[in-house]
């Protein structure tokens, strides 16, 4: 039996089984719910014992369990692929706006609807038919790589205990690649490998200036106003094409590559229709040069996410106000960190700030650092032709403008990141009525099932 007769003569068996693990409320954000992570992780186990996995074990965290699973090849000097994903799930809030239940698992038609259908239990469980299916095809009772599958329980609150797992476990996670199946496709007709996450940090800035709010008839003009000083400030963070001014804020960004650029642009990108889905946004706009897509992928940002200070309520009053506030993001790209960028900002609100204002910039957390994967590397070559041949069409390249624990990946256990996820924009992950495609949850099987020997193959001569 080959690869896509197994997966099809399996499929009624994997839905089954998924949706009872879809069942499991584990929301990994709600205290209420933590009994539920510990029972998912419990469930996956044991359903990963049942898949054929030798070594299963519970990895404790300071928080919730990750499940740790080892299936060794026959070779011992094989290539070891860590696949990553994660177990808990989004609160379902606001229900009303449910067509089901979160947690009783509708299909209708080609999708299953429920939380974690795509984000991400339905994509952690493709591999699981995957392994199955390439044994099957082979007729081995290993797979031609050691596969090490990390599933965690924390990733939608945080990933906070995550770093420490790693580092506890190194050795035991010791690997050539790191296999991400937490992302995108461009589209179910048009697939496409993620190859990057930006990261991120967050700042807030006050500026102080009178001790009380002044009238501002007696005052006004003749002492520093805060607000006029924030305002000026914010009006500096970019120049007049788009690029932030903090200084060394673009050193060591790693830039597109033309091929990077010739992909993203074979992509049928709308931009009418995308601004349409951005608020109906009127324009676009950025940093001059690049298009909207290397905007949002490959480029960093600096953006307002609110300003206060001074009178906001019912009517006028006059006032020089005492204080002003604002909260600022960060998206950043490779090459990045984000202590650096905390410190330039710093830097950069204190050589702005006038005469007679106060400034203190408040940093909540390290921030996260972007990841990324050269679309030349030896695993995403491998991985790409796993995936072409599973859909029958070529392969194109996207990046994704979100954060998570990935670059914690790679930096810890030192081995590249490679992409292969099935989800669609369209899967409403942290919303109501998250779904995904049954088809894509079994080609993205089918692909696993190809992808250990192509990287049994490329991982060895890389």
Excluded at 239 to 263: I, Q
Aim: net charge negative.
């Amino acid at each position: 039996m080959n690869v896509p007769e197994y997966i099809r003569a399996g499929s009624d068996r994997f839905f089954a089984d998924l949706k009872e693990w879809l069942a499991i409320p584990s929301i990994s954000g709600d205290p209420a719910y933590h009994g539920d992570v510990r029972r998912s992780a419990e469930w996956l186990a044991e359903h990963l014992r049942g898949t054929g996995f030798p070594t299963v074990e519970i990895w404790e965290t300071g928080g919730l369990p990750a499940v740790f699973a080892e299936w060794p090849a026959a070779d011992p000097d094989a290539p070891a692929v860590v696949v990553y994903g994660h177990h808990d799930v989004q609160p379902v809030e606001p229900l009303d706006e449910w067509e089901t239940d979160p947690f009783t698992p509708l299909e209708k038609g080609d999708r299953l609807v429920g939380r974690g259908t795509s984000d991400d239990k339905g994509q952690v469980f493709f591999h699981t038919l995957g392994i199955r299916a390439g044994l099957a095809a082979s007729g081995a009772t290993a797979p031609p790589v050691t596969i090490k599958l990390l599933v965690e329980g924390e990733e939608e609150s945080g990933s906070v205990h995550f770093p420490e797992l790693l580092r506890t476990h190194r050795e035991r996670l010791r690997c050539d690649a790191v296999v991400i199946s937490d992302t995108t496709m461009w589209a179910a007709d048009v697939p496409s490998m993620c190859t990057g996450m930006r990261g991120l940090t967050e700042a807030e800035v006050s500026l102080y200036g009178p001790d009380s709010d002044l009238h501002s008839g007696s005052f006004g003009g003749a002492v520093p106003n805060p607000l006029h000083a924030m305002v000026e400030l914010l009006s500096r963070l970019h120049d007049a094409d788009g690029r932030v001014t903090l200084p060394g804020f673009y050193d060591g960004v790693v830039p597109l590559t033309d091929e990077e650029r010739e992909l993203f642009a074979r992509l049928p990108f709308d931009e009418a229709e995308w601004l349409r889905t951005a608020g109906n946004s009127r324009a676009p706009y950025g940093e001059k040069g690049f298009t909207t897509l290397e905007r949002v992928w490959a480029r960093p940002t600096a953006e307002i996410n609110g300003m206060w200070g001074g009178h906001t309520g019912p009517g006028g009053k006059t006032i020089v106000p005492r204080e002003a506030h604002a909260k600022l993001s960060f998206r950043l790209v490779a090459g990045q960190e984000p202590v650096k960028v905390q410190e330039s900002f710093r830097a950069w609100v204190d050589a702005n700030t006038p005469a007679g204002v106060r400034a203190e910039v408040t940093i909540p957390g390290g921030g996260v650092r972007a990841c990324f994967s050269p679309i030349d590397s030896a695993g995403v070559r491998a991985a790409r032709r796993a995936m072409e041949k599973a859909f029958g069409r070529e392969v194109l390249f996207t990046r994704e403008g979100g954060s998570g624990p990935e670059a914690d990946l790679a930096e810890i256990l030192e081995a590249p990141l490679v992409f292969v996820a099935v989800g669609l924009d369209d899967d409403r992950i942290h919303a109501p009525n998250e779904k995904v495609e049954m088809p894509l949850l079994l080609k993205g099987a089918e692909a696993a099932a190809y992808m250990w020997d192509e990287f049994a193959t490329a991982l060895r001569s890389a």
